[in-house]
């Protein structure tokens, strides 16, 4: 079993509408939390990144922990066409170690 | 502002060469890592360099060898490549090894078939 699942979709949406997106982990020592954004042909770049339970927003989108389900999630509100790519959640254990990487998720936003 | 180069984009081997993968960063980091990523099983680490002279293997580092050549510069060498190693190859930096400060920056990425 992996440290950090993820569904891989595809997740399919229209324009406008909320994409939810999710990781699960087994390791109760992941404590800081990141989600990347990755275009076709493209690596992976920095979406978010949080440190403790609760939410954190920026612009149109909202991450959410929640350490007691080991459970994160990536909300995309007013989605659009460009927000189309696969998005991965990546995790880390205490500073100093490296971070471990869901499979991704892969978004199709529909116009 | 170009962050972190991958050499080449693109490379087609037959089973049993040889070759490598160049990666260079610019914005003075610590921290290199060799990933490759493959449809299902996501990214995978297969060396990394804490810091200028230091290497280690990662999760997949079986037929590969890395040189951390100097703080810019870290290259991933396939002795002879096999079909298996068929897939898309990224080299990353960061700041420090936990990536807290501004995450793992990503190069663009070498897209390797293996005949």
């Known amino acids: 079993q992996k440290e950090v699942e993820q569904d891989p979709g595809p997740l399919s949406v229209p324009e406008g509408a909320i994409v939810s997106l999710n990781c699960t982990y087994s390791?109760?020592?992941?404590?800081?939390f990141m989600w990347y954004r990755q275009y076709s042909r493209k690596g992976p770049e920095l979406l978010m990144y949080?440190?403790?339970?609760g939410n954190k927003e920026d612009g149109r989108f909202t991450a959410q922990v929640d350490k007691s389900s080991k459970y994160i999630s990536l909300f995309i509100r007013d989605s659009q066409p460009s927000d189309s790519a696969t998005y991965l959640c990546?995790?880390?254990?205490?500073?100093?170690?490296?971070?471990?990487f869901g499979g991704g998720t892969r978004v199709l936003v529909k116009p | 502002n170009a962050g972190v180069t991958q050499t080449p984009k693109f490379q087609v081997l037959k089973t049993g060469q040889s070759m490598t993968l160049q990666c260079a960063q610019d914005?003075?980091?610590?921290?290199m890592y060799w990933y490759r990523q493959d449809p299902g099983m996501g990214l995978r680490l297969i060396y990394y360099?804490?810091?200028?002279?230091?290497?280690d293997k990662g999760e997949v580092p079986n037929g590969y060898n890395v040189s951390r050549l100097n703080k810019r510069e870290f290259s991933l060498r396939l002795e002879s490549a096999a079909p298996s190693q068929t897939s898309v190859y990224f080299c990353?930096?960061?700041?420090?090894?936990?990536?807290?400060?501004?995450?793992?920056?990503f190069g663009s990425g070498t897209r390797l078939t293996v005949v």
């Open positions: 990546a995790m880390e254990k205490a500073a100093g170690n490296k971070l471990t």
């Open positions: 990353a930096s960061s700041e420090e090894l936990s990536g807290l400060s501004d995450g793992y920056t």
């Open positions: 390791n109760s020592a992941f404590q800081y």
């Open positions: 914005m003075n980091h610590n921290s």
């Open positions: 949080t440190y403790s339970s």
């Open positions: 360099s804490a810091s200028e002279g230091t290497t």
